[in-house]
Nanobody, 116 residues
């Protein structure tokens, strides 16, 4: 199982980025719950968005509601995180996550820096 994030970078406040998480070693399909987490310097890793398996339910951290959107393309085995109206407090390393048979898998992370 491998997860590879991309799409991070430096963006000004109010800007947008789209993160991608390419999965391999398993099929996304509808049977997997995919999540995005982030970790800022000196802080614990926190859940940003989750796309639940089997049901079309998406959940978001309160701090990103209305600004971030998680989506998936099962044909490409890829999960996305569209981030709009970015704020300096969104600066963090963003990680893709999947839990399979009780084991958590993580990507290497992609850095997002929001600064003027």
């Amino acid at each position: 199982v491998q997860l590879m994030e991309s799409g991070g970078g430096l963006v000004q406040p109010g800007g947008s980025l789209r993160l991608s998480c390419a999965a391999s070693g398993f099929s996304l399909g509808s049977s997997t719950t995919m999540s995005w987490y982030r970790q800022a310097p000196g802080k614990e890793r926190e859940l940003v968005a989750k796309s639940f398996r089997y049901i079309s339910t998406l959940t978001y951290a309160d701090s990103v509601k209305g600004r971030f959107t998680i989506s998936r393309d099962n044909a490409k085995n890829t999960v996305y995180l569209q981030m709009n109206n970015l704020k300096p407090e969104d600066t963090a390393v963003y990680y893709c996550n999947v839990r399979l048979i009780g084991t958590d898998y993580w990507g290497q992370g992609t850095q997002v820096t929001v600064s003027s």
